[in-house]
């Protein structure tokens, strides 16, 4: 009961955020001619991030759910009158511990793969828009931010009169002019080839450079990430990174606290299970004056997690903490022995 709820409502999540992704990204098709299949899978790469982050929020209003299931017919109070406590920790720590598994393979794993995978397809898209798909002498925005524009093409592939202009970087506008270009591959990633051109730097606060060249190669996933410059941690599993660190004897900058905010995924189902235990793991006979749904109670408690931890400078596991702190003494306060209701003698 404990896990149909929360695995069907994930599976929905999922499946709406996916075709979220799908409305999101449709220039893919629209403007840069690529298939519905190439879609399909671009926006299944990028459902890792958000399927971890409404992980534990669909652990805790399943829990919510079968808790308040077990208290309308009347067995959540078998189970404390017949001192069954014990089984109803049990399955919830069975749940949780499932669900930590389960949110740590997500962060540790999956997040990564798919953040590769992503930006190898984002290159491959931006090479074959460049070399084949972009019209001359139209504006084609390959990601937010970066601008292309050609003015033809020759026989051969060869692209005439290429420019780009880059504002993914808030305090660096760069502009690349070429007289020609190609698209080259290494077997590994997509080159874009500028000859007889310039790069031009202008950044925020007025000052501009200029470089010329007779020959410019920039990787073509360098112009199609959404940020200008992508953290190559994010595309390393947590195993690699780890084996490396032990290898070398050093750990990156940057590691620690990759490695912290994966881990602090795992704490936070952890977390809210024990919420959601605390509130609804006992019997009550009082109604409440404005019932409110548990389900929005769950978000509730994951949007003051999410809160605390983007504005805590001891990390994004604060959030997390805080819930099991409170959850415990919670749970400690509600399980303590309590007298037995004095019966005055008739």
């Avoid at 499932?98 to 190898?120: M, Q, T």
Wanted: aromatic letters at 8%; proline letters at 5%.
């Amino acid at each position: 009961m404990f896990v149909t709820d929360a695995l069907i409502l994930f599976g929905v999540v999922c499946f709406l955020l996916w075709l979220v992704n799908c409305l999101r990204s449709f220039d893919v098709v629209s403007i840069k001619g690529q298939s519905i299949v190439v879609l399909g899978v671009q926006a299944l790469y990028t459902m890792p991030p958000l399927a971890i982050a409404f992980f534990y929020v669909c652990i805790g209003i399943g829990l919510a759910r079968a808790l308040q299931a077990l208290q309308a017919n009347k067995e959540l109070h078998i189970i404390h009158t017949s001192h069954g406590l014990g089984s109803l920790w049990r399955a919830t720590a069975v749940v949780t511990g499932a669900g930590v598994v389960g949110v740590l393979l997500l962060s540790n794993f999956v997040d990564p793969y798919a953040y590769r995978r992503l930006n190898a397809l984002s290159a491959s898209i931006a090479a074959d828009l460049v070399s084949s798909t972009l019209r001359p002498g139209r504006f084609t925005q390959v990601t937010p931010g970066v601008v292309l524009l050609i003015g033809g093409r020759g026989a051969d592939g060869e692209i005439r009169e290429f420019f780009a202009d880059d504002r993914r970087d808030p305090e660096m506008r760069r502009t690349y002019i070429a007289e020609s270009a190609r698209v080259a591959s290494d077997g590994q990633a997509y080159v874009l080839e500028l000859r007889n051109g310039s790069l031009q730097y202008n950044s925020n606060t007025g000052r501009f450079s200029e470089i010329t060249f007779g020959r410019y190669d920039i990787n073509v996933d360098q112009l199609s990430q959404p940020i200008a410059q992508s953290n190559p941690l994010l595309e390393r599993d947590s195993v690699s990174l780890v084996t490396e660190a032990m290898a070398n004897g050093q750990w990156r900058p940057g590691v620690l606290t990759l490695l912290a905010d994966r881990m602090a995924e795992g704490l936070r189902v952890i977390g809210m299970a024990m919420m959601v235990l605390a509130v609804l793991g006992f019997p009550s006979g009082r109604r409440a004056r404005i019932p409110v749904p548990m389900e929005a109670g769950v978000l509730l408690i994951a949007f003051g997690e999410r809160g605390i931890s983007a504005y805590s400078p001891l990390g994004t596991a604060t959030g997390a903490l805080a819930m099991i702190a409170v959850a415990g003494i919670a749970l400690l306060i509600r399980m303590r022995p309590r007298p037995l209701p004095l019966v005055a003698p008739s």
